[in-house]
């Protein structure tokens, strides 16, 4: 089965406020972690990263947190836009596993008017 | 740089048919992998290959073959076309550089076996 899920498959926001958008993994060989936004009709889009030596890492307008212990992963976006509405994908990396990537299902971001 | 290019964006198949996704990076990358995307899931690795000449297996190889006789090229032979290879099919390739694995997608192909 898929060791990367997501605990939300959708979810709608107002326009200007914060998202987050959450991961749950199982492999704890993990060892480096990766967000994509997939907008419709198109390939997916990297996002952000982390290594699993971090905390966390901030980008422009986005953050993820990695809290290895429960196992779990997160995205928060700032004031989200309109122009963030996508799928949005968490994938692992298993350390030795020559950079392939598991994906989740994804979650559905929705960002109203 | 054109990045990752794939064609055709679309294609409509009779079951038993064959046919050749191709996809193209011009970013030199080594890794290159094919993945599948069915409605409403994640992509799954059909296979992925780490230099030419060099191919392994993904997680949802069967029905399908790759092939990497360039750096540059990696493409995907559907042999024998099934309803269940219906799906949108995705080519990345990545460097690994700096230990990044961002994994740089094309547009995809949607293909539909009817």
């Known amino acids: 089965g898929e060791s990367v899920g997501l605990h939300l498959p959708t979810l709608s926001v107002q326009e200007g406020d914060n998202s987050i958008i959450n991961c749950a993994y199982s492999n704890s060989a993990s060892d480096y972690f990766i967000w994509y936004k997939q907008e419709s009709g198109k390939g997916p889009q990297f996002i952000i990263d982390i290594r699993s030596n971090m905390d966390k890492r901030q980008g422009q307008r986005v953050t993820v947190l990695l809290n290895k212990t429960v196992k779990h992963l997160s995205l928060q976006i700032a004031a989200t836009q309109p122009g963030d509405s996508a799928v949005y994908f968490c994938?692992?990396?298993?350390?030795?596993?020559?950079?392939?990537?598991?994906f989740g299902k994804g979650t559905k971001l929705s960002v109203k008017p | 740089n054109a990045g990752v290019t794939q064609t055709p964006k679309f294609r409509i198949l009779k079951i038993g048919q064959s046919m050749t996704l191709q996809c193209t990076q011009d970013m030199n990358h080594n890794y290159m992998y094919w993945y599948r995307q069915d409605p409403g899931m994640g992509l799954k690795l059909i296979y992925y290959?780490?230099?030419?000449?060099?191919?392994d297996k993904g997680e949802v190889p069967n029905g399908y073959n790759v092939s990497r006789s360039t750096t540059e090229d990696f493409p995907l032979r559907l042999e024998l076309a099934a309803p269940s290879q219906t799906s949108v099919y995705f080519c990345?390739?990545?460097?690994?550089?700096?230990?990044?694995?961002?994994?740089?997608f094309g547009p995809g192909t949607r293909l539909t076996v009817l």
């Open positions: 290959s780490v230099g030419a000449g060099i191919t």
């Open positions: 990345a390739s990545s460097s690994l550089a700096g230990g990044s694995n961002e994994q740089f």
């Open positions: 994938a692992e990396n298993m350390r030795g596993s020559q950079g392939n990537l598991i």
